[in-house]
Nanobody, 121 residues
Framework: QLQLVESGGGLVRPGGSLRLSCEAS????????IKWFRQAPGKEREGVSC????????DYADSVKGRFSISRDIAKRTVYLQMNSLKPEDTGVYYC??????????????WGQGTQVTVSS
């Protein structure tokens, strides 16, 4: 059984911070690229940040560079997305997805259920 579970979403004011978690089960986490996506109401899902398999290279969408940071804790089988200086346009459902021996180019084999992030005053 391969499963990803997101957590850590919530309501935060503009300029605030949240840390999202993506906990993996049934995975050798380092063998998968893990990418965070988000989907705002009425918009298509977009990539946010990714950490590649094995070596753990990271990348970010231009819209979040300098504000978000992705990291991986192999022992905890968890990938984190630290989100700082949040903006209302960061609002959406955030999903993590896994790509076997991936390099953050897709396709993604497994998806979590999503966690809601709302940035509002």
């Amino acid at each position: 059984q391969l499963q990803l579970v997101e957590s850590g979403g919530g309501l935060v004011r503009p300029g605030g911070s949240l840390r999202l978690s993506c906990e993996a089960s049934g995975f050798t986490l380092e063998n998968y690229a893990i990418k965070w996506f988000r989907q705002a109401p009425g918009k298509e899902r977009e990539g946010v940040s990714c950490i590649s398999s094995n070596v753990g290279n990271t990348d970010y969408a231009d819209s979040v560079k300098g504000r978000f940071s992705i990291s991986r804790d192999i022992a905890k089988r968890t990938v984190y997305l630290q989100m700082n200086s949040l903006k209302p346009e960061d609002t959406g459902v955030y999903y993590c997805a896994a790509q076997y021996f991936g390099h953050c180019l897709g396709p993604y084999d497994y998806w979590g259920q999503g966690t809601q992030v709302t940035v509002s005053s």
